[in-house]
């Protein structure tokens, strides 16, 4: 009976320890559910250009405070990294650099899933309006020449 006993006990401390192993939970090499400094939830997201394919992580802003608060204040943004904020209904959207630190490149997406137009290298701190050409799905924002470096343009279909 006593060896029984600790063999349950073992056998509870291992499953403890597993903690959030399963399905939909991050496994080694994976980015985290959600971002370390923004606490936003975070999904892969895909660019393509002809039979090119570039792979982002982003963090998702999809309430009306998460939008609002977007990446103000951030010191920083890896090359692979982004924010998207998507818009349900479809709608012309405009942003703006209010308290953002770090340059941009606002990427705006149509219903279609293609990248409507680019405003490319977004200022710090600059309150000019950033609009899209028409009803979009979504914006999704990189760093600062990111898009130029990569070679994407409008056109190019975005998935996530």
Same mark, same amino acid.
């Given at each position: ?92 959207? &405009? ?5 953002? $630190?770090?340059? /941009?490149?606002?990427?705006?997406? @149509?219903?279609? +899933?293609?990248? !409507? ?14 609009? &899209? ?5 979504? $914006?999704?924002? /990189?760093?600062?020449?990111?898009? @130029?470096?990569? +070679?994407?343009? !409008? ?6």
């Amino acid at each position: 009976m006593k060896r029984w006993m600790i063999l349950a006990a073992a056998a509870l401390a291992l499953a403890a320890c597993k903690g959030g192993a399963g399905p939909g939970s991050p496994t080694a090499g994976e980015a985290p559910a959600l971002h370390p400094e923004s606490g936003l939830p975070v999904a892969p997201l895909t660019i393509e250009r002809g039979e090119k394919t570039y792979h982002f992580r982003v963090e998702l802003a999809q309430t009306t405070q998460q939008q609002a608060q977007g990446l103000m204040f951030r010191t920083k943004l890896g090359p692979a990294e982004g924010m998207l904020f998507p818009l349900d209904p479809p709608r012309t959207a &405009s942003f703006w650099m209010r308290n953002t $630190v770090i340059g /941009l490149d606002l990427l705006f997406i @149509a219903a279609d +899933g293609r990248i !409507a137009n680019i405003a490319a290298n977004a200022k710090p701190y600059d309150e000019t309006p950033l609009r &899209s050409a028409g009803p979009v799905k979504a $914006v999704l924002e /990189l760093p600062g020449g990111r898009a @130029a470096e990569l +070679g994407i343009v !409008a056109g190019d279909r975005v998935s996530w």
